[in-house]
T-cell receptor, first 111, second 114 residues
Framework: GDSVTQMEGPVTLSEEAFLTINCTYT??????LFWYVQYPGEGLQLLLK?????DKGSNKGFEATYRKETTSFHLEKGSVQVSDSAVYFC??????????FGTGTRLQVTL | GAGVSQSPRYKVAKRGQDVALRCDPI?????LFWYQQALGQGPEFLTY????????KSGLPSDRFFAERPEGSVSTLKIQRTQQEDSAVYLC????????????FGPGTRLTVL
């Protein structure tokens, strides 16, 4: 079945550091890929998405590119802020409509 | 506008009790999903409705779990004879038509079975 693997956390960075959170997927067909974020005390929110190979999703300074050849969708941000501290989930969906999530990566940004 | 709401936000049950968790999706959203999120894990799919039709219930872990959406809007997830392993956050999400459209998540119901 479909699966998503993302790097384990926690990831601790200083403010303004570069962020990469790795995500790879296995799926039949051509899934859409998503990054969701869960801020402390809040629900899951969509951060960005890409629906086909080579698409780049971007939002709030975060980017991720759908790489079919490496089955990856790594999340990057050039300069993180304290307010980016949250848990980040990579997810995929295919024709089955349901989302398949990774286990989440906690990001802690310090001053 | 109003997002997805869930109630109760917290539920404590004694082992063996039945519980019912409610989800109010965004008005007009055709699709509704239930997920289970164990502590420190990502959400896992339970079941999916399109309007009132339950199209996929492959993620329900046992026949103690039952979900319904009789009028195509509000949905209830019922767990009979709760067990300790049922302790988790239960998330509801709704989506407008279209597979690639965003799923909007509610705040979840945290169920603790003692």
């Amino acid at each position: 079945g479909d699966s998503v693997t993302q790097m384990e956390g926690p990831v601790t960075l200083s403010e303004e550091a570069f962020l990469t959170i790795n995500c790879t997927y296995t799926a039949t067909g051509y899934p859409s890929l998503f990054w969701y974020v869960q801020y402390p005390g809040e629900g899951l929110q969509l951060l960005l998405k890409a629906t086909k190979a080579d698409d780049k999703g971007s939002n709030k300074g975060f980017e991720a590119t759908y790489r079919k050849e490496t089955t990856s969708f790594h999340l990057e941000k050039g300069s993180v802020q304290v307010s980016d501290s949250a848990v980040y989930f990579c997810a995929s969906t295919g024709t089955a409509s349901k989302l398949t999530f990774g286990t989440g990566t906690r990001l802690q940004v310090t001053l | 506008g109003a997002g997805v709401s869930q109630s109760p936000r917290y539920k404590v049950a004694k082992r063996g009790q039945d519980v019912a968790l409610r989800c109010d999706p965004i008005s007009g959203h055709v699709s509704l999903f239930w997920y289970q999120q164990a502590l420190g894990q990502g959400p896992e799919f339970l079941t999916y409705f399109q309007n009132e039709a339950q199209l996929d219930k492959s993620g329900l872990p046992s026949d103690r779990f039952f979900a319904e959406r009789p009028e195509g809007s509000v949905s209830t997830l019922k767990i009979q004879r709760t067990q300790q392993e049922d302790s988790a956050v239960y998330l509801c999400a709704s989506r407008n038509s279209g597979v690639y459209n965003e799923q909007f998540f509610g705040p979840g119901t945290r169920l603790t079975v003692l």
